[in-house]
């Protein structure tokens, strides 16, 4: 089962716009990845927010946490054309040993 | 750049034949992990090794599917017989630390793999 869902399913914004992504997820969790997938690649990690973070920056990604709504937020400024690809939130709950991913959000950016 | 490698990046084959693919983890790795992309289920775990010792292999099909890692540069998923219904992207990825999610993980290109 996915413990993580992201939301939307697919975002169209024109270059230079802000895209924001949503990821909620079920049970309590130690932190939270978002991945980048770009079309007939692997996976590559973006960002890591550990459970006690509320906010955190990596060059124009800027990712929150709000353990109490049990969702987090991606967010890319000044969007680029490269920046087209899916989107993955992905979550470890408890004891568990793996890592579930959620089902992505296709970002495309215009031109 | 440290990558994970992995082979074949296509495969083609018939119904009941063997598959073998290979993933040769990033140098200093001590986990790596089989992932399985499919349009309708997503990216499922399929085993995870940590120094060479399998930790979980809950989500592969033991009947057909067997994961190992004969030595720290190679790990390998062999299907036998395989089935229409392993056509999927298989990925392989590599990280360092004690658990799956407390590192980030550096995932290979995959093979994409259809059984006819």
């Known amino acids: 089962s996915q413990q993580g869902e992201e939301d939307p399913q697919a975002l169209s914004i024109q270059e230079g716009e802000n895209a924001t992504m949503n990821c909620s997820y079920k049970?309590?969790?130690?932190?939270l990845q978002w991945y980048r997938q770009n079309s007939g690649r692997g996976l590559v990690h973006l960002i890591l927010?550990?459970?006690?973070?509320r906010e955190k920056h990596s060059g124009r990604l800027r990712v929150t946490l709000d353990t109490s709504k049990k969702s987090s937020s991606l967010l890319i400024t000044a969007s680029r054309a490269a920046d087209t690809a899916s989107y993955f939130c992905a979550t470890r709950s408890g004891s568990a040993r793996q890592l579930t991913f959620g089902s992505g959000t296709q970002l495309t950016v215009l031109p | 750049d440290a990558r994970v490698t992995q082979t074949p990046r296509h495969k083609v084959t018939e119904m009941g034949q063997e598959v073998t693919m290979r993933c040769q983890p990033i140098?200093?790795?001590?986990?790596v992990f089989w992932y399985r992309q499919t349009m309708m289920q997503g990216l499922e775990l399929l085993a995870y090794f940590r120094n060479r010792a399998p930790l979980d292999d809950s989500g592969m099909p033991k009947d057909r599917f067997s994961a190992e890692m004969p030595d720290a540069t190679l790990a390998t998923l062999k299907i036998q017989p395989s089935e229409p219904r392993d056509s999927a992207v298989y990925f392989c990825?590599?990280?360092?630390?004690?658990?799956?999610?407390?590192?980030?993980?550096?995932f290979g290109d995959g093979t994409r793999l259809s059984i006819l």
């Open positions: 990825a590599s990280g360092l630390g004690r658990g799956p999610s407390n590192q980030p993980q550096h």
């Open positions: 049970t309590s969790i130690n932190n």
């Open positions: 140098l200093g790795h001590n986990t």
């Open positions: 927010i550990r459970s006690n973070e």
